[in-house]
């Protein structure tokens, strides 16, 4: 049976207590993460948010102290109160923050009772996921989930202590709304009052921050939930949280100037220190020398275009290719790295290639490997390649004595991406990763439309909303492909930590850009319609950016899935199995709706 709280007041949490409170009585309250029985001295670890502290209850202390540690079992929730003792020597747990003190049990009232947990609440042992998050409850209480958590609410705050401090309002947009092109499917909500007729939470509120620019606000920013039905990988969620914002007067430099401090600030909440400017790269320059818009630079291993190197070598039929516009593209194995001959001939090998070319849907014709050393050059030349053009190749890559290497073939975007997969699979295998580094860079110009193979015709890269530079307007008309935009992304580690870009303040332009994404008339006028006639009403220029919190708290916890970061996440499947969501609903509810299930 469970006993009431009554008048007890916890006096701190037991993560708390130090040698300084030896001597005084104090009350703890917290979950029994583990009791032992040494012959007749009952040991209990009490744990809550900020950490564990152990309880002792003798029986000459206390009798019925001792007797209710006894019916103690794991999980139990308890309110021990006690003298702080200083441990003897030999009992001290460095390992603790609390390891120097016990508390002497006077009295320890059982408040609430547990079931076995279905899995140990423990770091260490890591139970099934599907398990965990059925019981999310049970997993948020180990100690390292609580801290990410905890880092999760430190950097939320500070973002938004930053950005009051640079004159931001927090403006919150609806839930409800429109379909937003941010190239994901949308998660519709169908209306009763309208039947037919859907909602779409939001992708982002792209529009709405737009339009408060358009209302004078300045300077706009949220911490909000989006949605997008995409299919879901590791750092992906249905439903995630991005630090959004807006601003007006703004050029590209604004918003660095702005978004630098911030990471700054964010990541002096784990210890780490990170110099300014972040360095930058355009997108061309990022595709040929990491073969990633997003590349992790906690490694360096550059990719070096080799075509015209390559082509004066005059092996085989690669002249030809590169003549019809393939590009060749070397990374350095370096003799010292560890990878053995073995290990290269399966990097060559179809299979590999083949996994590479599924990721990159590349087809580099193959991966060819030279060795920088003597012989192998003495090899070319008896195929009839210069020694001087050879040598020249290797310099260029920067490839020294004994180092190896490859080269692929193929046509610029898809030999740029099987580069980068290949530079991030070697970084990883030739351990190069500083894994305590945080390496910041933005992306800039990346082109204002890419060309959809399948659906014929141009499509955003970033959204629709974005500007062009100026430099490139006249491009809009005789070749869009070649349009940059004033757009940008912040990567850090690897991952994309941000994006954004400086808006179409004109409608006139905006009308134009829609239109080049193949839009029709009554299309742009349906879905935009209101988004045109607001900018015709005076709209100042406006720039800003989206940043991913979860996979921002995910890369400061050190983590690697999202789910670890979340309070209560979705499945792969986009489940939250804890509450059994998405589930059916009465029929009386479709009705309402005005809906009829097609049931698969
Ligand atoms: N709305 C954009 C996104 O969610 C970010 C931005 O352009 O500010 O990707």
Redesign the pocket.
């Known amino acids: 049976m469970a006993e009431a709280l009554g008048e007890l007041v916890r006096s701190l949490y037991c993560g708390e207590l130090r040698e300084a409170q030896v001597g005084s009585c104090v009350t703890v309250m917290g979950w029994a993460a583990t009791r032992r029985d040494l012959g007749g001295v009952v040991f209990i670890d009490l744990r809550d948010r900020e950490g564990i502290c152990q309880i002792v209850a003798r029986p000459e202390v206390s009798p019925a102290a001792h007797a209710a540690a006894d019916r103690v079992r794991s999980e139990y929730v308890l309110a021990v109160t006690g003298e702080v003792a200083a441990r003897s020597p030999e009992t001290v747990n460095p390992e603790l923050a609390t390891g120097g003190v016990e508390v002497l049990a006077r009295e320890i009232r059982i408040l609430s009772e547990a079931r076995t947990p279905v899995f140990p609440v423990d770091d260490e042992l890591d139970a099934h996921e599907e398990l965990r998050l059925k019981h999310r409850y049970l997993d948020l209480r180990r100690p390292r989930l609580q801290r990410n958590l905890r880092l999760r609410h430190q950097v939320a705050l500070e973002i938004r202590r930053y950005l009051d401090e640079q004159g931001f309002y927090e403006i919150e947009t609806p839930i409800l709304g429109k379909s937003t092109p ?1 190239g994901a499917r949308d998660y519709l909500v169908p209306s009763r009052v309208h039947h037919g007729n859907f909602y779409a939470l939001p ?2 509120p ?1 529009q709405f ?1 737009q339009l408060l620019m358009v209302s004078g606000f300045d300077k706009y920013f949220q911490i909000v939930r ?1 949605f997008r039905d995409e299919d879901l990988r590791a750092d992906r969620q249905p439903e995630f949280t ?1 630090v ?1 914002l ?1 601003l007006s007067f703004a050029r590209v430099s604004t918003l660095v100037e702005l978004i630098e401090p911030l990471f700054q600030r964010v990541l002096r909440l784990v210890g780490v220190e990170v110099a300014r400017p972040f360095p930058r790269l355009t997108y061309d320059e990022a595709l040929l020398r990491y073969g990633s818009d997003k590349p992790d630079l906690r490694f360096e291993l550059p990719i070096t275009d080799v075509s015209d190197e390559l082509t004066l070598l005059g092996l085989e039929n690669y002249p030809a290719l590169l003549e019809s516009g393939a590009r060749a593209r070397a990374l350095v194995l370096p003799a010292t790295g560890g990878v053995s001959g073995e290990r290269l001939r399966k990097l060559n090998q179809e299979l590999w290639l083949g996994r590479i070319v599924k990721d990159a849907r590349a087809e580099p014709r193959r991966l060819l490997t030279l060795k920088a050393s003597d012989d192998a050059v003495a090899k070319l030349v008896e195929k009839g390649a210069s020694a001087e053009v050879a040598r020249r190749m290797f310099e260029k890559a920067g490839a020294g004595r004994n180092d190896t290497l490859l080269v692929a073939v193929d046509q610029p975007g898809p030999v740029a991406m099987a580069m980068g997969i290949l530079r991030l699979e070697l970084g990883r295998e030739l351990r190069l990763i500083d894994e305590q580094a945080f390496r910041f860079l933005w992306v800039t110009d990346f082109p204002l439309f890419e060309w959809d193979r399948d659906q014929k015709r141009f499509v955003s890269l ?2 629709p ?2 500007a062009p530079r100026d430099e490139d307007v006249a491009l809009l008309d005789s070749d869009p492909g070649r349009v940059r935009a004033k757009a940008y992304d912040i990567v850090l580690n690897g991952y994309e930590a941000g ?3 400086i808006r179409i303040h004109d409608s006139a332009m905006q009308a134009k850009v829609f239109k080049l994404l193949s839009l029709s008339e009554e299309e742009t006028r349906d879905r935009f319609g209101y988004f045109l006639e607001a900018l015709q009403y005076g709209t100042p220029p406006h720039g ?3 940043l991913g919190l979860d996979r921002i708290v995910m890369i400061l916890a050190g983590e690697s899935s999202l789910r670890q970061v979340i309070a209560f996440p979705k499945t792969a499947s986009a489940t939250d199995l804890l509450t059994g969501s998405p589930s059916s609903v009465r029929d009386e509810q479709l009705r309402d709706l005005g809906l009829l299930v097609i049931r698969r």
């Open positions: 941010e992708q982002s792209q921050k989006c991005q959004d807006e970033h959204h909303f974005t994006g954004g870009s800003g950016i989206a």
